[in-house]
């Protein structure tokens, strides 16, 4: 979960820089690409590692037929590192992708100032995809995040394990909305369809 959320963030943040950079991609070049799997990859293992050495602990999930961090612990090691999970691997991928389709929509609508015409198309186009993307990360990621939040700081037995099966399958299916998004969105490629 945690390394589609951060490949999400580096897709869009790389998306961004594609888009607004002013000379044309080498597409020879996959230095920038590994850099971004390896990020991606580095930073989920550091903060999937921990329980493994006693911050929090992993166990069951949901009615029991998936592990997760053990969200039901109501002890402070457990609560500081959801509280952690919670900043560093939605609050802030969040962030990264509102700021870069928040930038990469301003230089589209900049463009299209210039260029009137069908550069407007294009840029409701864009927000529209952007908007798509951004919209489907909140309904994929923030259930999940509020039962983890209700489980470890609500009541006991508040979030019944029925209840959670939702959300998690929510986020965990997550990675493949993005790409179904841009091929209908994208005109490019609907249009080969």
């Not at 299209?112 to 294009?122: A, D, L, Q």
Request: overall charge positive; charged content about 10%; hydrophobic content about 45%.
């Amino acid at each position: 979960g945690i390394i589609s959320l951060i490949s999400l963030a580096v897709l869009s943040y790389e998306r961004y820089c594609t888009m607004t950079r002013t000379t044309e991609a080498d597409t020879t070049n996959y230095r920038k690409t590994w850099t971004g799997i390896i990020l991606s990859w580095t930073y989920s293992l550091l903060w999937t590692v921990p329980p493994l050495f006693g911050w929090s602990s992993y166990g069951p999930e949901g009615p029991g037929i998936t592990c997760s961090v053990n969200w039901h612990s109501k002890d402070a090691n457990n609560a500081s590192y959801i509280v952690c999970l919670f900043i560093f691997c939605l609050v802030i991928p969040f962030a990264i992708i509102v700021y870069s389709y928040g930038k990469l929509l301003c230089a589209v609508r900049q463009v299209s100032s210039i260029n009137k015409g069908p550069g407007r198309s294009r840029e409701q186009r864009i927000l529209v995809m952007v908007v798509v993307m951004v919209v489907c990360f909140l309904l994929c990621w923030l259930p999940y995040a509020a039962v983890a939040l209700i489980a470890t700081f609500g009541k006991p037995g508040l979030i019944t394990p029925a209840a959670s099966i939702i959300p998690a399958i929510l986020a965990k299916s997550s990675t493949v909305y993005n790409p179904i998004i841009y091929v209908f969105l994208n005109k490019q490629v609907s249009e080969m369809l």
